[in-house]
């Protein structure tokens, strides 16, 4: 079962009147190609009782901000987990032809099969389509979040993405050298990874005849992903890290206001573990664990490994590349615009493991200050159907994982929550 498919078989299929005008019933999440989607209303069931069967699941792209203040609307297509496919934005109108919402096409082979879809997922003679722009995913990453969501799509107001595999200075200026290290690294890694990507595949896909789940899956396991190896070494990624976690530290320290001989004492040990933790960052982030002897191993529950998500990124290219018989140097270009290697990804990332750090660098303050008991997930201005479970569940033990299994934030990239700090007992607990 596909990522959708399983997202969709979450969705209530029968909520009340009352239910759908709150927004509180049960809904699917999945998250392709960097975006996290909510489906609200799955294909074959009506939005509200006057529109026709939808052909197509619909629901928001997460943490975004639409022209009628709501999130982002979107259709999902067959080919929604697919990196390589564009992306098309339909600018709506109402009655009068004057823009209204948009409509995002996504998962659509091209504009023909966009525009039908569209018009399958409303009444015979609906004229509510204005203007359909067509993006790459990296632009419409860079319109989503950097872009102007509340004008017509078509007047061409995303901002522009980055070129090149390594951003300028001039455009981290301004920011702090934790963060510009951060991004240097990611999109150095990335760089390297493509490369090495682009060399293999060719050989991997020359002997087969014809994709399979199975098969593809084979050649992504046998995609030598060692190049992400150079965040291990990194040296400058790791004391970023570790500068960040000692700030975090420090602030949520001197926020408890402990005795001044105790914050000493306890500073002196969040910055040891600032210190262990950066150590072994790199590894983390590949699948690996460090021992307290430098041995490196394998670590089976690293999460936020990027190896990974990498592989899932390219599984589409490589059916394709398969079925379509492309060519060595088609191929190669092919991955140098995948959505899996781009200058988006590594701020993606980079804007993420910030976040993360952050929440780790809070824990470790509360841990060791002996007088966190709990703590709280506080919803930013905007937030997803994730967090605002996690912030239901109101104030949990310190060590306790909130639903999305998370510590602390982040609960997804893009993720603008914060998670807080209670030093007062439950009185309900024994």
């Not at 455009?171 to 990335?190: K, N, S, V, W």
């Not at 402990?258 to 500073?267: F, K, P, S, V």
């Not at 490589?318 to 492309?326: E, L, M, Q, R």
């Not at 780790?360 to 997930?377: D, F, P, T």
Request: glycine share 8%.
């Amino acid at each position: 079962m596909s990522g959708v498919a399983e997202a969709a078989t979450a969705v209530d299929r029968a909520p009340s009147a009352a239910q759908v005008s709150a927004g509180n019933y049960r809904k699917g999440h999945v998250r392709l190609n960097g975006f996290d989607f909510t489906i609200e209303t799955v294909a074959g069931e009506r939005r509200a009782p006057h529109f026709p069967p939808l052909s197509n699941h619909y629901g928001y792209v997460c943490r975004t901000l639409g022209a009628d203040g709501d999130q982002v609307d979107v259709f999902l297509g067959p080919g929604a987990a697919d990196a390589t496919l564009p992306v098309f934005v339909v600018d709506q109108v109402n009655e009068r032809g004057v823009f209204d919402e948009h409509k995002v096409m996504y998962g659509f082979r091209d504009r023909y099969a966009a525009r039908q879809a569209y018009f399958d997922n409303y009444w015979l003679g609906w004229n509510g389509l204005g203007a359909m722009t067509q993006l790459t995913q990296q632009q419409f990453a860079a319109w989503l979040f950097d872009g102007d969501t509340t004008a017509p799509a078509s007047l061409g107001k995303a901002a522009k993405p980055v070129k090149g595999a390594a951003l300028k200075l001039s455009q981290i200026a301004g920011r702090t050298d934790e963060e510009a290290a951060l991004r240097r690294a990611f999109a150095a890694a990335l760089a390297t990874v493509r490369r090495s990507v682009a060399r293999q595949l060719p050989g991997l896909i020359r002997k087969v005849i014809k994709a399979s789940d199975a098969r593809v899956q084979q050649i992504l396991d046998e995609l030598d992903m060692s190049g992400f190896s150079v965040l291990m070494d990194d040296e400058d990624l790791k004391a970023a890290i570790a500068r960040i976690l000692r700030k975090v530290g420090a602030r949520e320290l001197k926020q408890l206001k402990l005795a001044a001989d105790e914050a000493d004492g306890i500073t002196d040990q969040v910055n040891v573990d600032a210190s262990n933790f950066a150590d072994a960052y790199g590894a983390e982030l590949v699948g690996k664990r460090i021992l307290s002897d430098g041995t490196l191993i394998n670590n089976p529950s690293a999460y936020w490994r990027i190896d990974e998500s990498t592989r899932e990124m390219l599984r589409s290219l490589v059916s394709d590349a398969i079925d379509d018989g492309w060519s060595t140097g088609h191929l190669e270009k092919e991955v140098s615009d995948a959505a899996a290697f781009s200058d988006y990804r590594s701020e993606m990332i980079a804007r993420t493991e910030l976040a993360r750090a952050e929440g780790i660098g809070k824990m470790m303050a509360w841990r060791r200050s002996g007088v966190v008991k709990r703590k709280r997930w506080l919803l930013d201005d905007d937030p997803c159907d994730i967090c605002e479970n996690n912030a239901l569940q109101g104030p949990i033990k310190l060590d306790e994982p909130f639903e999305s299994g998370d510590d602390a934030e982040p609960a997804h990239p893009h993720c603008r929550c914060a998670v807080v700090a209670e030093t007062e007992e439950d009185p309900n607990e024994d």
